[in-house]
């Protein structure tokens, strides 16, 4: 027991750092698309690495650093430590923690910015890729796992990719009848390009399991929708606009890959 207590202190303190990466990436890489030195959001003055990592406030303006910040920290944290003591069979416990800090960032990103950004999306296939074929490999050849992983990752692209042109062709649809009635065109998307491509980054990760995970995304995204238009109603601010409101469904997709991955043993 006190052996156990004094090995927790490995994922908390590997947790509390992957944190501190999640936090940097999702703070630089929209922003500036590279691994930029850290500014303070609201006076853009740089930070110093000291006080970027010890999550202090802005030296300049006073700001403090955002609640995502902490929060990320937290879950990480608590997510290293569950994964410690209950690892996935399926991935072992290094990948599981890789495969955790590309979720994280991505969530992260999409929520903030309804960004899912190529650059990221390049590494995850890499990622996908060594990770689909890692789980298929128990059960088939290195050729025939690597055949799974693909197979995955097109299912996952086409799907959206279909989804994706029916969005469009909606859009349009939708854009001609705002300009018939005198309307300017907002541009709104139902489906993000970005999708398109995690979902394909996604089906590498699980194969052809991609099916479920994009189907428990549809469908917990779709709930989460139907929920915030009744609050609308509810509130009396529903529009017929609120219908069209931009869905971001990267987060869903990853919790529907999270589930898939890393509880369905
Ligand atoms: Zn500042």
Request: net charge positive.
């Amino acid at each position: 027991m006190e052996r156990m207590n004094v090995t927790l202190l490995i994922p908390v303190v590997l947790g509390w750092i992957a944190g501190l990466f999640i936090n940097y990436v999702s703070d630089v890489l929209p922003i500036t698309r590279r691994f930029s030195q850290p500014a303070c959001t609201r006076c853009q003055n740089p930070f110093s690495w000291k006080d970027y990592l010890l999550l202090r406030s802005c030296q300049n303006c006073g700001k403090a650093r955002s609640l995502r910040t902490w929060l990320v920290q937290i879950f990480t944290t608590v997510a290293f430590v569950y994964f410690w003591l209950f690892p996935s069979e399926r991935l072992g416990i290094p990948l599981t923690m890789i495969v955790l800090i590309y979720f994280s960032i991505i969530t992260v990103i999409d929520l903030e910015h309804r960004l899912i950004l190529h650059p990221t999306s390049l590494v995850g296939a890499v990622l996908g890729l060594i990770v689909g074929t890692f789980i298929y490999s128990k059960k088939y050849t290195l050729l025939g796992s690597l055949g799974q992983s693909l197979l995955g990752g097109v299912i996952g692209f086409g799907i959206m990719y279909l989804l994706y042109q029916l969005g469009t062709l909606v859009a349009r649809y939708r854009a001609r009848r705002m300009q018939a009635a005198g309307q300017p065109d907002d541009e709104e998307e139902a489906l993000g390009g970005g999708d398109v491509y995690l979902a394909g980054v996604l089906g590498l990760l699980l194969g052809p399991a991609i099916v479920s995970a994009l189907a428990y995304g549809i469908l917990l995204g779709g709930l989460v929708s139907i929920i915030f238009i009744l609050a609308l109603l509810v509130r009396r601010r529903y529009s017929s606009d609120a219908l069209m409101t931009f869905i971001p469904y990267g987060p869903y997709f990853i919790l529907g890959a999270f589930y898939l991955l890393f509880f369905l043993n």
